[in-house]
């Protein structure tokens, strides 16, 4: 059986201090003699005894730490490379700052929940509504924060990208290809959204999507809209059943790469040609897309560019700096081999 951990008090003892003294030769030497110093330290090697790191930076209000507060568990986000690139992003700036990254899913199904137990400076809050409980409670702890992929809050720093303009864009690229009848592959909006109606980027690229169609006399009432988890696995199974029955879509707009992979599997599956019988887009350009098979048309957005800001204007804000602006990155249309004319 292994032995008990050496504590502060085992070292006092050792050395014949008290535990404040124990307390002052890690954290505050200047306060006691330097040769009490040195038998408090000798006594804590033999011991084996070395302070909590994380303890001392709690003491000092401050953990050298950004927290990235998750709308999903690890396992659902984890699937969807977006995240590692925006957390290569994030990450590239915490290793020039000297902070650390720890990503927070909702504990017991609870974002919420989730925020006390995180020992973090600030945090980096992705994909949640602005008027959720979440957002008011790091407003009320005093917690910086950064919002990514949400709803945009009035005073509070955000990072997004042009998500209306970037749907709007490639929903004209389909129409002047040709293409009137359409199907979207949405990402989840929640149980709610018949009540709350779309709500951040969902609620823009569906904006921009509805724009282009109005732009060209057609309404969002001749899209077939499937609306799944932001997974390859359900991008295909909501593609398969898009394509049943008469006037099956002529193009597929993806709101994500990853849907559009699975919308391709399901095609090539049903022996549909792709973009030959039935075009598809996607929405992020993930490093994947320019490899696919055919080469995937999409909207770009600059993903580890976000990541790096949000982390940035995180610092900023937990130095006490001046607080960033709301920042909307530009997106762009980037046409390769999965699209073509309607037929």
């Not at 330097?34 to 909590?52: D, V």
């Not at 709308?71 to 990450?91: K, W």
């Not at 700052?97 to 992705?126: H, M, N, R, W």
């Not at 973009?275 to 995937?296: H, I, K, M, N, Q």
Request: glycine share 8%; aromatic share 6%.
């Amino acid at each position: 059986m292994p032995s008990r951990k050496a504590t502060s008090s085992d070292v006092a003892a050792a050395a014949g201090v008290s535990r404040s003294a124990v307390s002052f030769a890690f954290n505050n030497p200047q306060r006691i003699s330097t040769a009490t110093r040195e038998r408090i330290l000798a006594a804590a090697e033999t011991l084996g005894y070395a302070p909590s790191t994380l303890g001392r930076m709690l003491q000092a209000g401050t953990t050298n730490s950004l927290g990235v507060l998750l709308p999903q568990r690890l396992a659902r986000i984890l699937e969807n490379p977006y995240y590692s690139r925006f957390l290569m992003g994030a990450g590239q700036v915490c290793d020039q700052e000297g902070y650390t990254l720890l990503l927070t899913p909702p504990l017991q199904d609870s974002v919420l929940k989730a925020i006390p137990y995180a020992a973090v400076d600030g945090f980096i809050v992705c994909g949640l509504e602005t008027d959720r409980g979440e957002v008011a409670e790091l407003d009320r702890r005093g917690i910086p924060f950064v919002l990514i992929d949400s709803d945009r809050l009035a005073g509070a720093p955000s990072v997004e990208v042009d998500d209306r303009g970037g749907a709007r864009e490639v929903t004209r690229y389909l129409l002047e290809l040709g293409h009137r009848r359409l199907a979207v592959l949405s990402m989840d909006p929640g149980a709610d959204v018949a009540v709350r109606g779309y709500r951040g980027p969902v609620a823009r690229r569906m904006a921009g999507i509805a724009d282009a169609l109005g732009e060209a006399g057609l309404t969002m009432a001749g899209v077939r809209l499937a609306e799944v988890p932001v997974t390859r696995a359900d991008g295909y199974r909501a593609t398969t059943a898009l394509m049943t029955g008469p006037d099956r879509p002529t193009a597929v707009l993806a709101l994500s790469d990853v849907l559009a992979y699975g919308a391709v599997d399901a095609l090539q599956e049903l022996a549909i040609e792709v973009p030959a019988e039935v075009s598809v887009t996607g929405f992020d350009d993930l490093a994947e897309s320019s490899w696919f098979r055919p080469r995937l048309t999409t909207v770009r957005q600059p993903i580890v560019t976000k990541g790096r800001m949000a982390a940035e204007f995180l610092i900023s804000a937990i130095k006490g700096e001046a607080q960033h602006p709301q920042q909307i990155l530009g997106t762009s249309l980037i046409v390769r081999e999965s699209t073509a004319k309607a037929t």
